[in-house]
């Protein structure tokens, strides 16, 4: 079994990697045994059914549930290490859902997340002008896609080692999930993600390597691309027929814009 | 007339103890998930504290009543900050051992306090303005009413403008929301965990030394005949939210003293009564959570 890191293993070693990680939650397992590896460049996407411990395994990663094993960011095993301080050494989360703090404003929403000493702001207003407008208004109140970019913003103002970004176009609207996509291309060109993506014609778009889970286990790594263009393999471990990522130019190129970050 | 506005007085001042225990109960609960039921033992040594600096420098004079004040919430808060640090830090999410262990503090500060001071109240004298009255349309009303309901309102005011305008403020209504994303933005938590126990404490102990220039007396058990009251304003008010605490405490007060004089001394069972109907039709309080 290849992983996604197999291609570009002569490049540079990987950015993560995870030996045996197993999660709980409240006594339960919801991953277990997890292995594989996440390249020091472009897109991994982590993709499987729902319930099936993507979301779990990224929150393992950075210590926000109880889990064993091994986790080795950039060489460094940080596996024992409190959240804040695995955050610290380089990690920027998207969760699931947003999570920005409905009773803050925008900016203060964002004046949280600063942790570097020099942190990125231009970079984020010139990525998402709307929330300057709106930097005044309590973030509980934007639109979905809006909420997603202050998400999105508070991971992109610190550099990073890597993104752990949880299915970021959850619920959004079409045009902005090419908008949340383009973003993401363009941050991948600095930092790589591990991308958990329920959308496949978004992961098409955008991923090099895909580690599949099933039952809390990698039951497949390589790349992006083989894995979505075999019918069977997508039937078998997402449940969903191959319509569901078909191949061809999705709306929007987000790896033409310009902007690095 | 003159009765209404006498209970409505006494009601703010009672309401402004309330609040000073509530707040700290609030914020505790709302971004740690804390019930802290040694609350009451932080007032009582607030209080006892600022007793002795009284009985000690001499009480009648308001250098020695503001320096009892501040030494009172120096108290409180020194004691809650060891409490956080030593005991409660090891068990966030643990919460049936929370419970236990400060149901366990309180009981053990009680007789602690017991020992050093006596099972007696001992009384306590302030400036003798504090037993002056002012009239208020028609109505006497005794001058430490004012005295704690001002002081209450510049604590409420000092915790807004510390939540709004400074970083730690923003961290922990942040940490009230949504504590593990708190963390998940690379920001260590527990320091403001101990900087709101420490908080709690020092409003705790500032209410302790005003309760007993209120009551006219410090007993052991001072602490814990107001953290019931504070309890029952805290949850009408909403877990976690300042502003619903204050409000609330006004509310208990003043309804426990109307229901007292006009309904034959029924105010506990009014404010308990209170309670229910807000847990049955707004279990979230006032301006509590909603998830």
Known sequence: ?261 | MSTVVLLLFTGLGLGALYFLVAAGLSLIYGLMGVLNFAHGAFLTLGAFTGWEIARRTGSDNWGTFLLSLVIGAAAGAVFAAFTEFVLIRRLYQRHIEQVLVTVGLSLAAVALFDGIWGTDPVFIKGPAWFKDTTEILGARIPNDRFVCIIAAVMVLLALVFFLKKTRYGMIIRAGVENRSMVTALGIDVRKAFTLVFTIGGAAAGLGGVLASHYFGYVSPMLGGSLLIFAFIVTVIGGLGSLTGAAIAAVAVAVLQQFANFYLGGTGDFVVVLALALVLLFRPTGLLGRTS
């Open chain 1, 1 to 261: 079994m290849s992983t996604p890191a197999d291609h570009r293993a002569t490049e540079a070693p990987p950015i993560l990697r995870l030996e045996g990680l197993s999660a709980s939650i409240a006594g339960q397992q919801v991953v277990e045994d997890v292995t594989f590896t996440v390249p020091a460049t472009g897109i991994t996407a982590l993709l499987g059914r729902n319930g099936v411990g993507k979301t779990s395994t990224l929150k393992a990663i950075i210590g926000l549930i109880d889990r064993s094993g091994s986790v080795e960011l950039d060489g460094e095993r940080i596996e024992k290490e409190a959240t804040f301080k695995i955050i610290r050494s380089g990690v920027g989360y998207v969760p699931e859902d947003r999570e920005v703090f409905a009773k803050l404003t925008v900016a203060e929403n964002l004046r949280l997340a600063e942790r570097d000493a020099a942190p990125r702001r231009q970079l984020v207003e010139d990525l998402f002008p709307d929330l300057l407008a709106r930097s005044a208004q309590m973030a509980g109140t934007l639109s979905g896609g809006q909420q997603q970019m202050v998400s999105l913003a508070r991971a992109l103002l610190n550099t990073n080692k890597i993104l752990l970004v949880d299915e970021p176009t959850k619920g959004l609207a079409p045009k902005i999930v090419g908008e949340v996509a383009e973003t993401l291309a363009e941050a991948a060109r600095t930092v790589p993600i591990l991308l958990v993506e329920q959308n496949l014609h978004v992961v098409r778009q955008l991923a090099e390597g895909a580690v599949v889970l099933s039952g809390g286990r990698v039951v497949h790594t390589g790349r992006a691309r083989d894995f979505l263009d075999d019918a069977d393999l997508i039937q078998r471990h997402l449940g969903v027929s191959a319509d569901a990522a078909p191949a061809g130019k999705p709306a929007g190129n987000p790896v033409e814009k310009g902007a690095a970050l």
